[in-house]
């Protein structure tokens, strides 16, 4: 029986540690004398810092405490590997490396680029016919993996929107005068998060009124109709704005307002986060409304306080399957959700080939999106409506969640 | 026995329905046979909107729910009563409306602007000989109000800062680099808000290197070279400022940068609140380093999925308390809370003249500020803590917590 290596990659969510935490309490039940811990990602790998997770984690409110910490408990990179044929050295480097601490099993906790570097480190053992295993696991706020029904930390992501929102509108409503609210959700390039504003709606809430997505290039005068429609029949106008959409030429919203051409106060171009900020002010400017804009911010990545307890339960499982999968002798693998049934909601873990998962990118489907392109339908509902069923309490100590840190 | 007016006024906070509650509750329990709702405050009833309460929170569900939702459930507005020697109108509009409704007593929920309501009324129905009672009942996060140890709606307010900022710095660390990470707290006046920031300090969290406040001019040079020192012994560097900080002339930070003259991308003056962006472009242009403008938005009065426990105790209980001070022939008074120790935590609710309260503003103590301005000491600590302590649980349903409206 050897060791094991976990790290993770890319950028945090509010469940990325409970992956680690499974991979890690896997690794120990199957027997693994050691489970390192890669400090910031296999860049840190690469500089030698690995932390055996017994001194960290020994108890078992550590690990409680470590499926309500946000953000990467072991520190994270977003360094891609080179192709080996290139530039075979940081290979040579990381695999003597991994020989001197008698590693067996490889797992990368992370997203598109980490699936890269788990296709990468696979491949190349296979040609030194080296036996470690190297298996990814999923992670990204954004849900854009191939192969996985869902990815973990998109559900979290999803609740935390649906909720914000939800308090948003209440509180947009306070005042008897009109108004339009833009809020500006993460997603660059695909519009899971921006669609998860949908998830505000039930009986005491309607919702978002428009989701412009990615997926669908903005049509200004189109939008502009639909809004001056809403503003006519209702007091507040709520638009929930993807931070990816561009216009029909391919041009980011957000860039539109930067290449206004704005100096900040020290005549040095401003860095403007513009997309919600640009709708504001076009329906401002062409409508004559109030609007205002907010963001959403970085939270949506790192409010482990509102955590699906279904996306904490699962993100755990893909850990510790990645773990079982590589026990059994698997490698160039990432643990995947396979959907059973929407209704009551089932999944099961699956591996799948990673080379498959590594640079793709899912997009919301067509038929997912209203016929104008600015909403979603009953399809997303029932996707996603089971990801952000059910909470993991904080644990609360002197007012405030306690976490626990390396 | 007569009737009940309560009514709802300025900016919402996450507690200010459990005020709602308390006043209607214990009207009920005092025998008043209908309790009428101000329909968007004194605005409203202006205009005749008034709800028999009855009609909508007649269920013991409806008052759980109520306590959970958001921003002000009867609508809110910032109508400023004229001196009633200058113009009558509204006055005698306003106790003619009484007359027609049987009212008894009238409770104004709010801060500042609404005990100035309160007290114009009062003082107007002593000139006309009425019996009306009329009791303010303390309401912001902002915390300004004097006679009160502190106002319903801040130790919420309190809360979400302190755990947001503490996820926002898990999150500034995941990756191996060194930045500064500047938040941007509301608090046009005061820096109550700014230094709950504090408070996510514990022994898991350094909690913020530095806070700036309103109470302190900002020296831009002391301040520079306080964050040149800090970049140099961590990592990373969190900074909490007020939206509200000035410099030493009295300007506004955020009126700095838009008196740079951006336009927005329709050649309007762009609309940038611009604190943290201010202070993070002055930090990357004048010391180099990576930084990160975070501002928390409009959650800070609206997220009652992370209200304080205690707060939304203390608001219901001034609510009641004003009742009950109503019934006693009180008159021209508000509800405030006295607080009788620190440790262990204990308060009462006392009635203090409300002419004592309006157009006043209670700032942070000098002695509880640091030496050189840029943070809080142990005394805003003892202060501060007990506000913050225990939750209470949305009640989620479909993955985000239901709540209750009009």
Redesign the interface.
Known sequence: MKNVLVGQSG??TAVINSSLAGVYETAKACGAPHVYGM??GI??VLEGKLIDLDTVLGDKMDIELLKR????FL????HKLPDPTVDEKPFVQLFELFRQNDIGAVFYIGGNDSMDTISKLSAYGKTVNSEIRFIGVPKTIDNDLMLTDHTPGYGSAA?YI???L???I??S????LRSVTVAEIMGRHTGWLAAAAS??A?P??NGPDLILLPECPFDEEAFLKRVAELEKERHNVIIAVSEGVKNKDGVFLCD??S??????????K???SGTS??LA??IR?RLGCKTRA??F???Q??????A?RTDVTEAYQVGGAAVEAAMRGETAKMAAIKRLSDQPYRVETEMVDVTKVANFEKKVPADWITEDGMHVNEKFERYA?PL????L?PI??????????L
Do not use: M, W
């Open positions: 950028g945090p400090q910031y860049e840190g910490t946000p953000s990467s520190g994270s990179c977003r609740k649906a909720t914000i939800k308090e948003v209440c509180d409503s306070v005042y008897d998830l505000a039930g005491d809430c539109l307002v290449t206004a051409g704005q100096l900040d106060a020290f005549g040095h401003a860095i403007l900020r640009y002010d076009l400017v907010i963001e911010s970085t939270l990545r790192c409010a482990s306080h509102l699906s409506r952000i069923q059910a909470e309490s609360y100590i002197n007012g405030v969640p306690r976490h626990i840190h």
